[in-house]
């Protein structure tokens, strides 16, 4: 089974990437928006599952990140409805929560999240997942969890 972190350093994040924020907490969203565009990567922001849903049937982005905790559709059901849609197995889906324990690591994984990061999120850490998502689904393997 995968792990929670398999984040093995990367020396640069390629840009740009397209990258869906999902998170209901504005002001996290706009903060996350803000670093990924400084990053030069091209984010949508939306502040529900449901918005999420259809902006990634809109346009599959490269990169998901998904918070867990939504209101309504919350972040486990999210991704695996993400994974069903035409494309959405080449998508790299990280939970990026403040839920805490190894159950809702190992839910997030079989809901078909790659990576489970905790918040506050820690810079390097998230330029890291960046930099390895093409990496992963240029080669069709998902090979950060081995998927």
């Known amino acids: 089974m995968a792990s929670c972190n398999p984040v093995a350093p990367a020396p640069s994040c390629p840009s740009p990437l397209h990258i869906l924020v999902v998170e209901d907490d504005p002001e996290s969203l706009h903060l996350m928006g803000a670093l990924l565009s400084l990053w030069g990567h091209e984010p ?5 599952g449901l918005s999420g849903l259809e902006a990634a049937e809109t346009e599959m982005p490269d990169v998901v990140l998904l918070d867990l905790g939504l ?7 999210v991704a695996g409805k993400l994974r069903a849609l035409p494309g959405g197995d080449a998508v790299l889906i990280v939970a990026v929560t403040a ?8 839910r997030a994984l079989e809901s ?4 489970y990061l905790m918040k506050p999120v820690d810079i390097e850490t998230l330029r890291m997942v960046l930099a390895q998502a093409p990496r992963a689904h240029a080669a069709g393997t998902g090979a950060l969890t081995g998927r």
Do not use: I, K, Y
């Open 44 to 48: 949508r922001l939306t502040a529900n």
């Open 71 to 77: 209101p309504g559709m919350d972040g486990f059901e």
């Open 99 to 106: 839920f805490r324990g190894e159950n809702h690591c190992d």
């Open 112 to 115: 078909g999240f790659d990576l």
